[in-house]
Each structure stands twice: as structure tokens, then as C-alpha cells.
């Protein structure tokens, strides 16, 4: 029924260019040292995105050593990228320092930003339009006699654009002319808006195609500020721009970059143009959800396609269709990028939403057994004392089973002690934590003590050191996240916290939830019920809940 | 230099319309108390948002109490709207039990909602075609004698329209017919792209304009699967909807709806449409903060406009450029919405960043003084070791007037114990947190022990009964958010943790950091930066650290 503008190529193959190591790495609270950017790098290549940004070598140290531990652990497929900007008015390109280190890095392909905007070139770089063109040409050209291949950035091309088009458009014309192979129109601010892209990116077509004499390769690079990053990058494809900067999850200065998990399979499953190989799509969730662990954000659960809510269902009927028929409330198949349907529990959970988890526990539960009311009620009655089973699917099983009795019992607890002190010791401090629990195990009690970097780490030490003799499989668990949050912010640290925790095996991940006004209460019911479900994982294989 | 499509409005004001408190309260771990509802109404209300969608009166016992409740305590300008479905098969209107709470409600305008798609006429409603334009015409006829204004939301209206055109403008023709005032397309699924959403609407709006015979009114919704939801609205208003439905920081279902915070900006002052008075537009990033904390969820400091990323400057060069010509990094005014510019602290700090913090926290710092450089060395040693600063303006501040010698020392920490233990008390439970701390103020030493609801508490306790004769401006103190994060989750409960602590005295929050292996001692840390940044606070009056 609806066609979209036919795309420039037959094939409708796109360049996907990634940009996290590099603009990814300007957002507020991300960091990464060596050895994060060279498992995102191996990540994407294996994600099969051909151009990979590494850094702005010279810029800062870590880049220079990144580009080299690289050539130990080359890349399978993509071509690493080396970002730097035009040399600096007034002084040859050959003669500029800061061109060393990139050529040092020893990529086949360079990234080169340069200026669109007059407003920039006078008032950033303080020098003449002229000296600008001149700055871009030679550094091209340079760049080229030492056998390098060139993409050229150009960096706030929108408003540039919109300010004078004359001067924007000949910015590029001298990039072109100078051996760039392709033009990028950046939206550095982040401001511009879909219907003014996908025009400009068609005028600078018209006007340059018949400029170059062959076929125009260019590139969009878009950032979120307006809310428009994904939107944006598409129009200007649709517009006939065949590389698309992006990066893992959107990250970036400020507002974030354009989402290449958004932008891969809109493009791919929506419009039909070539990204990434159908089976590597599949890797697109697993690939967000991995870099977000390396560069320690939380996930998004929210993203589009790659989220853990992307295709979770909270209301009753609503979830009743979706079983019946997917498309009816799905906007593609979860499958084709490697997420999953979810079924949701909350306090709007109506009796076919649990009937649906329990089969996706593997557990039998009709409409008819009269246990499922008991189960809604005291799901209900959690929540409102502040658990919250969305995020803690773990918990929310072992809660199923226990109602439905069901719930194997590995051990009984009968209570704990802990104590920290911290006091000075000469001119330092000395600090200690202690723990004791008592547990019944097969009728025996066990008391152990066990000292820890902290108190909750004791009490999983000791705890451990009791169960461990009765449960071996227990040495693999280990923590894998730990978040911590206060439910009512007016009651001060007096509030209730509520921890989630998430376990693993090393292969699976497992999610429970502990509440009390007390952290180490909290964290204590929910350190117990991470071990308890994980022992059960061991025996009955693998569970719906964890994660892969 | 860029025209978009003309509007057709030649006024260009548009109608907004909120759904936070419905389609928003389906967001995944978002659960809405009654008096959390009439907060979030009143806020929508003094934004002067037009329409705010209340909920489904029926559908939960809690929406029929909140329009009760509501009646009590009158918006002053907003139209408060009840939501529901057009009536059941098989029976009229008049006798579907479903209606009479939504009219109980007694809202002046409902919206119905009703399906446009025959495949979720066939296979959701399990009736047929003409039974599901029956159902849609006399449901809105019966409302129409009830004195009701009737708003139609058209659902999966992209989709529907896809599949059969004609029939899902039968649909549009049946409601406009039966006299609902406002047509509303909604991309129910969240997977429509703008192309094809403006194409749609304009079609929508040519053929049934005809039909109309008068100014017909169109309204859009949409989501976020597809991470388009805003772009969508926008380029729909571009083809001719006036009304517009979305949710304060984009709450809703899945990836959520069309966030009002982006677009109201997005419409107001880059295309000149009128969406709430100039004067109420400031408030909106005060708006989204407040109805994030109301919902209790940590606000996305990367939200366009309204984030607190969103116009904060990372890169030495760039935070130089920015502080010369703000138009040359931003696209628009932060203050025209109610934020502001930020530089951020980070280990990519450059002096450039240490100097411009300095000034807004009111401190004199040139380039020239030579502690400038243990500044950012100590700053870059804090950071190795998991202190973040960027989210902990307050400990940082602390920090700069510590290395110029400028820091007050309002007490001398001594050391301090915490023990806590849980057994059993009979059936059930017995937990108890005790803390002991030493202290020296005026050179005087304090010990004082108090106990409380758990480690934390009972530390905070120890230390106010400690200071508070010597501070009594301490009393209005008090935690309002802490967060907790491990920082390398491979080392289990033995992790580091980073504490982030937000107090408030009522008028202004600030935020200090703590980190360490111990839970405790990391939230002690934060404790006591947080009070020392308190005491600070009082003596200079506002600090520019502290957000008001």
C-alpha cells in the first residue's frame, strides 16, 4: 500500500559507520579504558558494521595506545577508522603536528572534520573563510598522498546550510575535489528537524551530482537533541544517503547520537535497504545489552527494538490478543533482532497474565485452580509494601511455586548478626566488617562467621561458607548487578530500600528483589533468594526467567 | 532560509493533549497512587496543557475514586477527560453497564476509543465489520444525548488504513457522523515512519474534508517502538493535525509515547505554532522533573530539552566556543524551557572545565594560580578510584575549596560502629540497627549512639544527635534520593560501591558522592558531605551547585 521515496542505490545497500568510541564516549557518566574499546570494537565487527571509529589518537593518550594494542587483535572484517580534525590555520597540513599521531595509528581510512558554518570558522576558528577551504583541501590532499583513504565530516552542516548555502556547499566542493570519497552532513547541534533534512540532503544531491561527474556518496551523522537522531538519519537515507553514523544504544554528548539499534532495523526490516547480515541482526540485542555492561550504564529497557519492555505486555486483554495473534500488537518480530515477547506483573496484572508467566516458568496452572486468586493477592500485597517482581522475575517464580507448593526449600534461615566499624589507625583508617549467620540445613545447624569488604559481602560469605559443603554447584553464582533505591525520598534514610539483585551462573542471569527500611535486610532476602533460585536452576536445567 | 509545510491552521495553534496518567501509567515499573494522579493533574494543569486524559473510569477502582477525588479539588483551566472503549458487541450502547462509570465520571469530554484495522476487528473483537461501525456510531450517538463532547481515538488507525483503506475510513466517516468532534490517529503499535505518517494524515485529511463539508479536526498519537514516536507527531502536524496526544517524559507502554517535553518545544519554537503560553513553556523542565519524582522514577538526564545532559558541555575546546557564542553549540535557548547550560566535570576535563565550574560556584579562579593542577590531578586520582563528580556537584565543590584551602571543617569524624542483626522473635522476626559515632566539633569530643531502622539511619541518627546542638539549621535537613552502584560487577557483593546521595532543606537539592568496598562506609561518606554541604549552604546563603 505505501511506498517510500525509492532509495538511490538498486541494491539498496547502506554503510553502517559506528561512532561509540568516539562520540559514544562524550556522554556525561561514561568512561572507558583500553580494554573496554577493544571489546566494543571486536563486538561491532562481529556485528558485521564496517566502519568503526576508534578515537581522535593525539587528542587524548588512550587512543594512541588503543590504535596500537589494536594491530595485536586486528579486526575480522570492519575497517577501523582514525578521527581527527583540519590542520590548524595558517600552517601546511604537512607541517602539523597533530596530523602524526593519525597517521601513526596506521588505519587505511581516515574521518576528517571540518567547517560548514561561516558563524564557526570566524568565531571558533578566529580565521577567514578562505583560510577554512584552504584547511580542508590541503589536509584532504595530504592525507591522500600518504595513501590514506578519506571520509569527510562535515561538522554542523545544517545550520551551515540554512546560514549560506553557497559557502556550506562549496566547503564540500573542495573536500570532493581534494579526494574525499565521502561527504557526511553532520547535525552537530542535534536541532534540525526531518523535513528540512531530507530536503537539504536532496539539494546538496541535485547540486553535487552533477559537481562530481559520478556517483555521490554521502553520509548523514545526527544527534538527539530534538528527539529526532533516529528519524532524521532515516529521512536523509530515504533521501539518498548510503553511510549512516550512529552509535550502540544512542549514546553521546548530551542528548546521545542516533541509535544504530533503532536505526539497523528500521531501516533493514521496514524499508528493505542492506545494513547488516540477517543472521548478525539477530546479535543486535545481545550486542546493546553487552555494551552497556561494558561501559557499566544500565540498560535502556525502554529502547526501541532492543529494550527489555520493547515487546512486553502489561494489560489483560492486551495479552490475551498478542498470544492469539503477534502483529496485532507488535510492529515486527521481536525474533529478527534477537529480543523476545514479554509478559509483564504488576498491580495491573489481570489472572490471564499469570496464567501466561507460569507457562513461561514451565509450571501447569488453569484458570480453574483456585490457588491463582491466592497468587494474585499476595502479589498484590508485595507490591504494595514496595516489591517489585517487573524487574525480579526470579523472585516472582519462587514466590509462584511456594503459593502453588512447589518451592523446593535448600536451607532455613535462622538469623544473622553483622558489624562494621571504621576507626582511625595512625594517620589512616582501619576498617572491618563482620558477619554470622545461622542456617538449618537437612536438620543440622550451621553457624558461620566470615569477614567481608563490606557487610553485605561478609554476610554472602558466610552464608556461603555454611551452604557450600551441602550445595558445591554454589562456587560458579557469583553477583552480576546490584542497584539499590529508596521508595519514599521524604522518610530520608529512614526510607524502605528496595535492592535488586541479579546472580549468574556465567552462563545465565537471574534477577530477585529484597525490600525493608534496613539495606542489609533488603539485601540480605535478596542475596538468599539469588542462591536459592540458582540452585534450582542447576537442577532443572534452564529456566524461562534467566537471561541468556 | 527554511520553509516547512505550511500549516493549516492560521493561528497555528494546536491542542495538546496528556495521557500521562493513562496510556503513561502503563509504562513498565510506573505505578500511580490516587494522590500521585491529582498532583500529576494539577502540575499538567498549570502548564497550561489543554486536555489531560484522567483514566478509565471502571476499568481499575482507582480511576473512578481519582474523578471523584477530582471533583473535590477543580483543575483551574484543563479539561479533565475519562477514557474508554466504544461499547460491546451484540448490545446497544444504552445497555452496556461499561458506559455508566464513564459517565458517572462527569467529564464534559470523553474519548472513545475504537478499532480501525479488520484484523483486530475480526480477530481481537471477534465480530464483524459493520457490527464494529455500529458499535463505534452508537456509542458516540448515546454519549452525544448524554451531553457528552466526544474526542475518537482511531486505534491502530496507520496499520488499519495499510490493510484496507476504505473500510478504515468507514470507520473515521462513522464516528464524524456520529458527531465526535475530534478524530484521532493513532499508531497504536508505534511502528509507523514519518514518511508514511505524513502521507496518511494528508490523505486522511483530503478525503474526509469533502466529506466533512466543514474545518475538520484531526488529531495524532503516537509511540515509540520504532523511536519515531515524536517525529511522527511532528511531521503529522505538518499534514494538518491540530490536536496532539503524548506523555510527560514519554511514559508509556513498551518504548512509550510521544514525550510532550520534546515536542511542545519542537512545535513552539522551531515552527512557530502556539502549544502553551510562552511564560508556562519555562516551567516544562521543572514540570518533567517534578512528575518524575511524583512517579518516582530517576529522571533520563539525557532527555532532549529537558535532560540534564542536554545542554552540558564535556570537550575543553567546545566549552570554551560555547561560553564565547552559545548559538554555536545549542540549538535552542535552555532557559526558553526552563533548563540551563552545564560544564561538566570529567576526567576528559581541560583546565578550561575546572575554571568555568569554579565561576558558577562563585569561587575566583584564574588559569595563573598553580593549584589549578593539583586540582585536576586530584580530581583525575578520585575518579580511578570510582568517585564521580559529574553527578556529585556538591562533593566536587567541597573538593575545589578543600585544595584552595577554602573548605570549612564544621566537625572532625572520629570513627564509628554499626552493628545490626535479625532473629527470630517468635513466628516472626526481630531486626535491630545500632550505631555508635565519635566526633569533635570545637575541640570537643562527642559520642553518641542511636539506633534506627536500619545501618544507615541509625549512623545518620548518631551523627544529627552529635551536631545538632551545635548546628540546629542541620534539623531541616533531610536524604532526598540515594543511589547505590556497583562498579565492577564481576567482584560480586566484594565490589566497589558508588553512593549517590541527594539532600534537600526544603528549597534547594544537592548531591555528594562516597565510594568504597563497604556499603556503609560509601553511604557514611556521602552522609557527611552531604550535611558539611548543608551547613555551607545556610552561612553563604544559595550556592549555584544546588538546584533550586
Redesign the interface.
Known sequence: ??P??TPVLPDRSLWMYDTTLRDGA????L?LSIDDKLRIAHQLDELGVPFIEGGWPGA?PKDVQFFWQLKEEPLQQAQMVAFCSTRRPGRPAAEDTMLQPILSAGTEWITLFGKSWD??VI??LKTSLDENLAMIGDTIEFLRQQGRRVIYDAE?WFDG???D?TYALATLKTALGAGAEWLVLCD????A????VA??VGQVRTQLTQEAGSPLALGIHTH?????A???A??AV?AGATMVQGTINGYG????NA?LC??IP?LQL??GYHCIPPQQLTKLTETSRLIS?VV?LAPN?????V?R????H??GIHVS?VE??P??????QPELIGNHRRI?I???AGLSNVLSKARSFGIELTKQNPRCRDLLDQLKAL?RKGY?F??AEASFELLMRQVLGQRQYYFEL???????????DGDD?R?H?LATVKVKINGQTILEAAE??????A??QALRKALLNFYPAMARF??????????D??A????K?RVLLESSDGHQRWTTVGV??????A??QA?VEGLEYGLMLQETGTAQTASP
Open positions: 500500500m505505501y517510500v521515496t562524550q556522554r556525561e557518566g568512561a587524548n558563524l564557526h568565531e571558533g554542523h546550510y540554512k546560514a548555502p552537530t547541534n542535534g536541532g528537524l526531518p523535513p528540512e530536503d537539504i538527539n537533541d530534538g528527539a529526532m533516529v528519524a532524521n532515516l529521512v530515504t554528548e548530551r542528548c546521545g541509535d533503532a536505526l528500521n521496514k524499508l555492561e557499566n529497557d525502554h529502547a526501541p527494538f529494550g519492555s520493547a515487546f512486553a502489561k494489560g490478543a492469539r495473534n502483529l496485532t500488537y507488535e510492529h515486527i509483564v504488576s498491580d495491573q507490591e517489585q517487573e524487574a535462622q538469623g544473622f548478626q553483622v558489624h562494621c566499624d571504621r576507626m582511625p583508617w576498617s566488617s567481608g569488604n563490606g557487610p553485605v559481602a554476610l554472602d557469583y553477583l552480576s548487578d546490584y542497584k539499590v533505591r529508596i521508595l525520598s521524604t530520608g534514610t529512614a526510607a530500600t525493608s527500611t534496613n539495606i542489609i535486610e539485601s540480605y542475596v
